[in-house]
């Protein structure tokens, strides 16, 4: 789903970045140190070397501001075409004059030879002594200037010299400063020079500077955590996405000006967003050239001679590794001149050396500013050449010869090459890339009506088959489905496939009615495609939340089985065998067990192992459905396998998503809280699946008792989607324990009325409706409650489906508990209990036995159900159910039941900083809870509740309950 705003369309759950910020100062520490080092042992000459960019100037910058107060005279030599005599110096002087009033020119006791500067200081000319007499020697003259100058900078008494961008200075600063770096005396300052190697020219005095042995530091490009490091600091944040800060990296490599730039521009476009607490960019494609970046590269190369230039423009051109040859080829060159073009191209540090003799820009923004700089005709030329170097080779090419061809305005050869890369990329499990040429191809080019319906079907059948979301892409590709339905010259078995693709989408898209609607439009112009027929009946027959009946369903799956004997390929009879023993499952079917089991788990062609590999990982998830979670880790191991041994990789994350849900419900929750935490932090994980990890991330949070965290993180998650219900249950069993039936009855229902809505209501019931039903009847709305556990119940008679047993069983007692029968509840709570107990669901079960034993004790079995109550306290603490555990030890205590209080024996001191349990007050203080309602939650008294505020307090300086918890958050005491 996506809102518009007046920047233009944002998904739900992205945010827009702030004006870009100030950048952080990152990855030069070592350097400023050394810098630092040298000025405050002055006086001393240190050379700082780097490409534009790199950060030269800001680290002198951020070492002057290190130096605390001082006289420094900063002097940026400008690139003149024609520089003028000691240019940056005496700018840097009046600056100097200008901006500090305690200096004064008559009193600094400077001899005649200061009048020398008058002709480059008219400005101070009733300041400087008289006039010399002129020189006839120009020499004489430029040596009597630079001593005058070293005079003046003497008696200013500055500690510290800094000449910028020395490779433009002219020869009249550059042999001053040769003279300054020679002189003796104490009022010699520290000097720092900086300059780009690759742009001194042959001959220039700085040669003679920078071949003395002297302090030296070279910066060097950022790594892709401090690229991430710096865009953070950009956009006030704590972190951005990896996947962000490598494109950026990939693209800028690591100069920081151009990662700032570029930051800027992006954020400019609205093409940042925030997702799960990161910054990322919202579809990583290409980087416009900043303003900035690509002015520096095109001034640069201004400088260079024509036939330099075209090197340049063919390597631009040609945008990767070229060698030699083909370089020449594309700039027009031959022999002696192409390869002394290249030279200087090398020594200019634009072009740089590449593996295996390869030739490369150094930097891809220097060359897309370059390559958008040539005239049209021009370009279209050198890719026309580049193109016909590349044909020669074997194999071709594809994607660069597309490429090529296209930007030459040849479209057949654009539409040869780019179908072959599309079917390439499609090969190497690339989507997007895939999804992104078909389209263009599509929409750009008029073809023949063979060509355009072959690539409309590929188009479809890649963008089914997609494993993440692709961005804004997706409504483009919609909307070319779409528009191909009405193309007249489409057969009627074309559209029909058509119309089964555009049903798939839409059934990825939740457009539920409308799927189903589009599915049955496409069965009449099948019945010349039995194959393609079948698969549209099992989609129909499918679980997806639509009404239809389960008898229609099953149906619509005879039907389909019909027609498996026409499926000619040996992989498609996979994919529909699979496709309908796990249809099956989902409609709670047994016979699904017995059609599954008779199916390989393996094969030797590559197509069938990766339906096998599909077919597994969706049965696993029909297993989890069913509650038979050892057979769901079986099917998992070998989706897995598969997965991995055929690179089609699309499936993995969701096989770690299924390992996560299991070990949560069987209780392994060391490797669920790893598990979760990997795909919260890991990159490349679809948004679902990221927040489905967030939904077990918080439970585990709230079973080990960290409430107010544990509270934000499933609030997130519903705020996101609200029918996800594992974090309904979480937040749901958070409001009865304060009491408060009527939130928890507002939080879990519309995940029970989305499962309620559905036909086979089960699969998605399991997980919530214990907890939905245990609302109503708290709240005294029994009557709701009966009808929430008669549906299930009513289902649950008919299939023999393990999870949905328990939790109707667990309903049912929850009821005749609400109804005054404690004693019949206990007896089926101890059913549910063993129900839970039998496949594996530990906490479930442990819950169903607290239940049955608070039962007991009301129904007059107080020794008994004190006993239950015992065991099940000491099985949840073993699990690290720490929440439930303190629950019924506070329990226990009230019947004199005595457990003992963990770290009752050395507590530790705190000190200043907050102890764990002022830590856990805090949390539930933020999120709003009285001190009643925190004592409650955390079972404890709301004496000692107060005490533990009183004491944060008086650690954190405060004096109120809301300054308490700002000040927390301020100090990064709460998550």
């Not at 050198?382 to 660069?400: C, F, K, S």
């Not at 005879?558 to 249809?583: C, D, Q």
Request: one cysteine or more; proline letters at 6%.
């Amino acid at each position: 789903m996506r809102i518009v705003t007046e920047h233009g369309d944002v998904a739900v759950g992205e945010e827009r970045p702030p004006p870009a910020g100030p950048p952080a100062f990152v990855g030069r520490d070592e350097a400023l140190t050394r810098l630092l080092d040298v000025l405050r042992h002055a006086p001393a000459l240190v050379l700082i070397e780097g490409e534009a960019g790199i950060g030269k100037t800001r680290l002198v910058r951020e070492a002057l501001a290190r130096l605390g107060p001082g006289r420094r005279l900063v002097a940026a030599c400008p690139p003149l075409t024609t520089p003028f005599s000691l240019a940056g110096p005496v700018d840097g002087l009046v600056r100097l004059v200008r901006s500090d009033p305690s200096i004064e020119l008559g009193g600094l006791g400077l001899s005649r030879l200061a009048g020398a500067l008058r002709p480059l200081l008219p400005e101070w000319e009733d300041r400087l002594p008289p006039p010399l007499d002129p020189l006839d020697e120009p020499a004489g003259t430029r040596h009597r200037l630079s001593r005058a100058l070293t005079e003046l900078v003497e008696r200013l008494a500055l500690d510290v010299l800094v000449i910028e961008d020395a490779h433009w200075a002219d020869t009249a600063t550059l042999e001053w400063l040769l003279m300054l770096g020679a002189a003796t005396g104490e009022r010699k300052p520290a000097i720092v020079v900086t300059y780009r190697a690759s742009d001194v020219p042959p001959g220039s005095p700085l040669l003679r500077l920078t071949a003395r042995q002297r302090p030296r530091i070279e910066l060097g490009a950022l790594d892709v955590a401090q690229t991430a490091q710096l865009v953070a600091s950009m956009l006030r944040a704590d972190q951005v996405s990896a996947e962000f800060a490598r494109f950026l990296h990939e693209r800028t490599d690591g100069v920081p000006l151009a990662v700032e730039e570029s930051v800027r521009l992006l954020r400019d476009r609205q093409d940042i967003v925030r997702r799960q607490g990161r910054w990322r960019r919202r579809v990583l494609d290409e980087l416009q050239v900043p303003p900035t970046v690509r002015d520096s590269v095109l001034e640069r190369v201004g400088r260079l001679d024509d036939a330099t230039r075209d090197v340049l423009v063919a390597a631009a051109v040609l945008a990767e590794p070229a060698d030699e040859a083909t370089l020449l080829a594309v700039a027009g060159l031959g022999g002696d001149a192409g390869r002394a073009g290249i030279g200087r191209a090398l020594a200019a540090g634009l072009l740089r050396e590449a593996d295996g003799g390869q030739l490369a820009f150094r930097h891809l923004l220097d060359a897309r500013a370059v390559a958008e700089s040539v005239p049209a005709t021009d370009r279209w030329r050198r890719h026309r050449l580049a193109a016909d170097v590349l044909e020669r080779r074997t194999p071709p090419p594809v994607l660069r010869l597309a490429r090529h061809h296209r930007a030459a305005n040849q479209p057949e050869q654009w539409c040869r090459y780019g179908e072959a890369a599309a079917d390439l990329a499609w090969e190497s499990g690339d989507d997007l890339a895939t999804v992104t040429l078909l389209l263009e191809l599509l929409t750009s080019v008029e073809h023949p009506p063979a060509r355009r319906l072959r690539l409309v079907q590929k188009l479809g059948r890649a963008f089914v088959r997609r494993s993440a979301p692709l961005g804004p892409i997706e409504d483009a590709v919609r909307a070319a489905l779409q528009a191909a339905i009405s193309w007249p010259e489409l057969p009627a078995t074309e559209r029909g496939e058509l119309r089964y693709l555009i049903g798939r989408l839409l059934l990825q898209a939740d457009e539920f009615d409308d799927a189903h609607r589009a599915l049955k439009a496409a069965l009449p112009d099948l019945a010349d495609r039995p194959e393609t027929a079948a698969k549209v009946m099992l989609c129909l027959a499918g679980p997806m939340p639509h009404p239809l009946p389960a008898e229609e369903r099953l149906s619509w799956l005879e039907r389909a089985t019909g027609l498996f004997p026409y499926v000619e390929s040996p992989a498609e009879r996979l994919l529909v065998a699979f496709e309908h023993a796990t249809i099956l499952l989902g409609l709670g079917e047994s016979a699904g067990w017995t059609a599954l089991r008779a199916l390989p788990r393996s094969a030797t062609a590559l197509a069938e192992r990766k339906q096998i590999a599909r077919g597994s990982l969706n049965a696993a998830w029909r297993a989890i459905d069913w509650g038979l979670y050892e057979e769901a880790r079986g099917r998992l191991a070998d989706a897995v396998e598969l997965l991995r041994a055929t690179d089609f990789t699309r499936g993995m994350e969701l096989a770690g998503f299924g390992s996560l849900i299991i070990d949560w419900y069987t209780g392994r929750w060391t490797d669920a809280a790893t598990a979760a935490r990997e795909l919260l932090t890991g990159e490349d994980v679809s948004p679902v699946i990221r927040m489905m990890a967030r939904s077990v991330d918080g439970l585990l949070k709230l079973a080990g008792g960290h409430r107010g965290t544990a509270r934000r993180t499933l609030l997130a998650v519903l705020a996101e989607d609200p029918q996800e219900g594992l974090a309904a249950v979480g937040l749901g069993r958070l409001a009865l324990s304060t009491r408060d039936a009527e939130e928890a009855i507002t939080i879990t229902t519309p995940a029970v009325a989305a499962a309620l809505r559905e036909a086979v209501p089960w699969r998605w019931a399991t997980n919530i409706v214990t907890t939905h039903v245990d609302a109503l009847a708290a709240a005294g709305r029994t009557a709701e409650a009966k009808a929430t556990s008669d549906t299930l119940a009513e289902w649950v008679r008919g299939h023999a489906v393990p999870a949905a047993t328990a939790a109707s069983v667990t309903c049912t007692a929850v009821l005749r508990a609400a109804e005054g029968d404690p004693g019949e509840a206990a007896a089926m709570l101890g059913d549910a209990a063993d129900a839970w107990a039998a496949i594996g669901r530990v906490h479930d079960e442990l819950l169903a036995r607290e239940r049955r034993a608070v039962c007991l004790v009301a129904s007059g079995a107080r020794d008994d159900g004190l006993a239950v109550l015992v065991e099940t306290q000491r099985r949840l603490s073993s699990l690290g159910a720490t929440w439930d555990a303190d629950r019924l030890a506070k329990l226990l205590r009230t019947h004199g039941v005595p457990i003992p209080r963990p770290g009752r024996a050395g507590r530790r001191g705190y000190g200043t900083q907050l102890s764990p349990r002022e830590v856990e007050v805090l949390e539930l203080v933020a999120t709003g809870m009285t001190n009643k309602q925190i004592a409650e939650a955390l079972f404890i008294s709301p004496q000692t509740v107060n005490r533990h505020l009183a004491t944060s307090m008086r650690k954190l300086n405060v004096t109120s309950r809301t300054a308490l918890a700002i000040s927390a958050l301020n100090h990064g005491l709460l998550p």
